[in-house]
């Protein structure tokens, strides 16, 4: 028996080695997996974008300035003056935390009070927002302590204020519940339009399809369109959970969210039909939706940073549409934005879902042709 079972084995590798498809699903998807996830895949934190406001200027303020521009964990990029300049720079994402540094610091150090240090955190992504107080607090905490050996203080004086914006108690649930409504909705439209002509291939009846008057541009939005739709009603419903059942705030207007789940939804539904036109069989768009999702929620920012990975690996996630809808799902229900200040999240989206469409109208023709 073992035999011909030894046989069978044989025969079956052999048969999916010979074959020129089924050794680039072997080869090439894990390697290039393997790379993009290597790079962006990771929760530690480096270069940081940080703002610094030295109110004192005194010689221990920038003793305690030049330890966190010492760090590797931080990067200056701004010297803000007042608190609006402040709010300017974490609203549009240029900075992750701004240390303000009390005029009183250095007199409350010499007379051994609490010499606190504000630090303001972008909150809209918790987990990092928490990984960077950890550092901030680990700098702080050396000199402090560094501080009170130097001139016999009982107990370290400096501490860190945390102030977190849109997300005051660093909530996870605030960070990662809005975004399974990016998530869900992609795999469900998805899934739903890339089996669409493959099943109709395997069943014999996508032939019938074409000896009738539809055009195949006329194929191509019968098949989009139910994708839109049940992926709009998908996202609803999460939508409707994510606000009465988690209870995260939706700061902003159910308009500008469904502009942009709109334009994401034929975004995804171009992907779709783009798998659906090249698979000729429903395992092979399975495999091909698997392709897509794995690399685009990683590289979306759904759990990492976009701005922690490496230059070539943010050059990559600008074709990612899950990418911009997270900014905008995320700016709506914590921040309140407006359909004007995620105007940079429309347009890309616009031109990747045109890009797609466009594709996969131009490989239906071909297929059918």
Do not use: C
Not at 5 to 12: G, P, R, S, Y
Not at 183 to 204: D, K, N, P, W, Y
Not at 281 to 295: D, H, S
Not at 297 to 326: C, E, H, K
């Amino acid at each position: 028996m073992w035999r011909q079972v030894l046989a069978l084995i044989v025969k079956e590798l052999l048969a999916v080695l010979r074959d020129a498809k089924s050794r680039s699903v072997l080869i090439s998807p894990p390697i290039v997996m393997l790379i993009l996830f290597g790079y962006a895949a990771t929760f530690d934190l480096d270069r940081v974008p940080i703002a610094i406001d030295n109110q004192d200027a005194s010689e221990p303020s920038r003793d305690l300035v030049a330890r966190f521009l010492g760090a590797p964990t931080f990067r200056l990029v701004a010297t803000p003056h007042d608190s609006r300049e402040i709010d300017a720079l974490i609203d549009s994402r240029q900075i992750m935390l701004a240390l303000v540094i009390d005029p009183r610091f250095t007199r409350d150090l010499l007379t051994g009070r609490p010499a606190p240090v504000q630090a303001i955190l972008d909150g809209r992504n918790s987990n990092a927002a928490l990984l960077i107080e950890g550092y901030a607090n680990a700098i702080l905490s050396d000199f402090s302590t560094a501080w009170a050996a130097a001139h016999g203080e009982p107990n370290p004086p400096a501490t860190l204020d945390i102030r977190a914006r849109y997300n005051p108690t660093l909530s996870s649930h605030w960070f990662f519940v809005p975004s399974i409504v990016a998530l869900l909705t992609q795999i469900v439209t998805l899934m739903v339009v890339a089996l669409s002509v493959a099943r109709e291939r395997e069943s014999g009846t996508f032939d019938q399809l074409l000896v009738t008057p539809l055009r195949p541009i006329d194929i191509l939005l019968g098949k989009g369109l139910p994708g839109v739709l049940i992926g709009a009603v998908e996202a609803s419903a999460i939508i409707a959970a994510t606000v009465w059942w988690f209870e995260v705030p939706l700061r902003g207007g159910l308009p500008t969210l469904y502009l942009g789940l709109l334009v994401f939804v034929v975004a995804v539904v171009g992907v779709g039909l783009m798998i659906s036109a090249l698979a000729a069989t429903q395992q092979q768009a399975l495999l091909g939706v698997f392709l897509f999702m794995v690399p685009s929620v990683m590289l979306s920012g759904f759990a990492n940073p976009i701005a922690n990975m490496p230059d070539w690996v943010q050059a990559i996630t600008l074709i990612n549409p899950m990418r911009y809808f997270l900014v905008i799902v995320r700016g709506v229900f914590l921040e309140g934005a407006d359909v004007s200040s995620l105007a940079p999240q429309y347009g890309p989206m616009a031109a990747i879902a045109a890009v797609t469409l466009t594709s996969a109208a131009w490989l239906f023709r071909r297929r059918t042709t």
